[in-house]
């Protein structure tokens, strides 16, 4: 086993060194085109703290912002059945928010690159019992050396959109001994559990989604008050926020907004953040003193866009209006905020079919934005109606995290 897991490790290798020049040019082009440069180059190679050992250290691994915040109440649930647990991030923006959530109580580190040198030094350095990768980040090392090391892996929320498995069942072949080696497998849907079957994936189960138990039901009236103040957002009028835009959409979103109604804008990614405040100009935005009189407004933040839901009185869902693959739902529903989504949701797909079908969700294309956003600004009934068929659906949905703790406690037992 551990000589057919070394030659495997090694073509792996290869591969990847053939396919450093390439991913080195598309690093280049993603800095000339303003993205920041990537932080952490030690960690990332496997070097950090080392840990002791520990009998139940459970290794959970996120990529960014979204993984890291839907695994809140399965980290909570973990330390609940006294494992000690331990984030492992791949993304700069996700790595702090680990520490914002996690950082007082929890090592928060770096995922390795894929190279068996450093994966290896990694695993060695923090010595877990198990490990669980959320919504289905494979590779071929980490996997491999985490069997050959008998950690078992498991996969939690899992989910495989159709972009994705036609790039996985291209290396197919190559796929279907590194799934094989995953302990246990829990997806979101039974569409996601055909994919990975087809990809070689053993053990699939279907648990359901955690992004629903995540959804707070009710939010803190503080926090909400005090970001109103800071931004000068006027309690008199309608504000519709829209959460996790992209830059296409903010255009948009100002010639949509009916008159006297406000608008907050909450961009997905910081680097979108200026030209944001340059189509909403002038605005107010939260990480600036300077105040102006307007109705439009930039949350230029991150960690912030849950607090602003609750000021809602309209939610408008980004990067589903623009040519990209939709943002979740499910919080500003839970909320009882009436949301409105794009048509662009290949991300959320289950999510927002579960929603609409529930009449807790208003899936339009951008050409109906100016008159739904018009008609709901009008109509205080329809707002209540839509807002409470959502959140009633959203409750019906929790349960998952519970379901996906049992399926690490398993994996941990028989491991």
Known sequence: MHRYTTQVTLIVDIIYILALPVILIFAGISRLKGHPKR??????????????????RVLLH??????????????????????????????????????????????????????????????????????GLVELEVWPNFIHTAKASGIPV???NGRLSERSFSRYALIKPFLKGTFKKVSAIGVQTELYAERVRALGGQNVTVEGTMKWDNAT????????EALRGALGIDPNKLL????????????LLREACPEDVQLLCAPRRPEWFDEAAKVLAPCNRRSSDQRVDTNFFLLDTIGELNIAY??????VIGRSFAPMHGSDPSQSVA?????????????????????????????????????????LAN????????????????????????????????ARSNG
Do not use: W
Not at 240 to 251: D, K, L, N, Y
């Open 379 to 410: 109509d205080e009934a329809k707002r209540s109606t839509l807002a409470l068929n959502g959140f009633q659906k959203v409750n019906d949905m929790q349960g998952a995290t519970q379901r996906y703790a049992d399926l690490i406690e398993g």
């Open 154 to 156: 498991v996969i939690v």
């Open 39 to 56: 932080e952490g180059i030690s960690e990332r190679l496997g070097y950090g703290v080392e840990l002791d050992q520990h009998p139940n």
């Open 310 to 315: 609750q000021l809602a009185d309209i939610v």
């Open 62 to 131: 996120a990529v960014s912002v979204g993984e890291v915040n839907a695994i809140r109440k399965l980290v909570a649930l973990l330390d609940e059945r006294r494992y000690e647990v331990v984030l492992c991030v791949t993304t700069d923006t996700g790595i702090r928010r680990a520490k914002e959530l996690y950082g007082e109580k929890h090592v928060v580190t770096r995922y390795p690159i894929d190279f068996s040198f450093a994966v290896k030094r990694f695993i060695n350095r923090i010595k877990p019992t198990i490990i």
């Open 240 to 251: 519709i926020v829209a959460g996790s835009t992209a830059p296409e959409e903010h255009q």
């Open 335 to 375: 909320l009882q905020k009436p949301t409105i989504i794009g048509p662009n949701t290949s991300d959320f797909t289950d999510m927002v079919e579960v929603l609409v079908d529930a009449k807790g969700l208003l899936q339009i294309d951008r050409h109906a934005l100016i008159e739904t956003l018009l008609t």
């Open 217 to 224: 039901m009710k939010g803190s009236s503080s926090d909400a």
